[in-house]
């Protein structure tokens, strides 16, 4: 089965701070690595690794995968209190059956107090 | 452009009803996948369309299902509620090649059965 596991669970910083956030994983076949941030509405999306693509940034927000190791991370810097949301990582894969499908970590909820 | 939208945004439903989800996807997206979010098992993949055929199913019981028309309108259906189903849907949609690109979230439906 594959999995997904994101650390640390929850996590409080202070403005201006930097942060580093983690996401493991398991799976067979796989294909992409997507981040996405969600406040209290849908998840919006941050960024898309694959094996032709395993560094990518954005402003403040980086993010590498690494294929060898099986695991990606997320940094932020300069942290600011808009910032504050819960950060997903997802994985697409083949199943088992050959149908693709992202499978989600629990998420990393991030504070970031002024 | 229009991005994904869902309804209804808040619904209340009894055990043992039966409840309908709506979801649109972006104009020119065909592939609508939808989610089942909780606080404790996190973002959990219920199924993806495209072009009115169901391509993967996640781990849920036949109780749940869904369908896309051809304007790749989709919805989901749950029979038999029951007081775990309580939950966020969150309905995605993608262009064609679903692997390679990113999916887009739609705001949700706020399931709560009583």
């Known amino acids: 089965e594959d999995k997904v596991v994101q650390s640390p669970l929850s996590l409080v910083v202070h403005e201006g701070d930097t942060v580093t956030l983690n996401c493991s994983y398991e799976v067979t076949n796989f294909r992409s690595l997507l981040w996405y941030k969600q406040e209290k509405k849908a998840p919006t999306f941050l960024f898309m690794l694959t094996s032709s693509g395993i560094e990518k940034k954005s402003g403040r927000l980086s993010s590498i995968l690494d294929k060898k190791e099986l695991f990606s991370i997320l940094n932020i810097t300069a942290t600011q209190t808009g910032d504050s949301a819960v950060y997903l990582c997802?994985?697409?894969?083949?199943?088992?059956?050959?149908?693709?499908?992202?499978?989600f970590g629990k998420g990393t909820k991030l504070s970031v107090i002024p | 452009k229009a991005g994904v939208t869902q309804t209804p945004r808040y619904l209340i439903k009894t055990r043992g009803q039966q409840v309908t989800l709506s979801c649109s996807p972006i104009s020119g997206h065909r592939s609508v996948s939808w989610y089942q979010q909780t606080p404790g098992q996190g973002l959990q993949f219920l199924f993806e369309y495209f072009s009115e055929t169901q391509r993967n199913k996640g781990n849920f019981p036949g109780r749940f299902s869904g369908r896309q028309f051809s304007n790749s309108r989709s919805e989901m259906n749950v029979s038999t509620l029951e007081l775990g189903d309580s939950a966020l849907y969150l309905c995605?949609?993608?262009?064609?090649?679903?692997?390679?690109?990113?999916?887009?979230f739609g705001p949700g439906t706020r399931l709560t059965v009583l």
């Open positions: 995605a949609s993608s262009t064609v090649d679903i692997e390679y690109n990113e999916q887009f």
């Open positions: 997802a994985v697409g894969a083949y199943s088992g059956a050959g149908s693709y499908q992202l499978t």
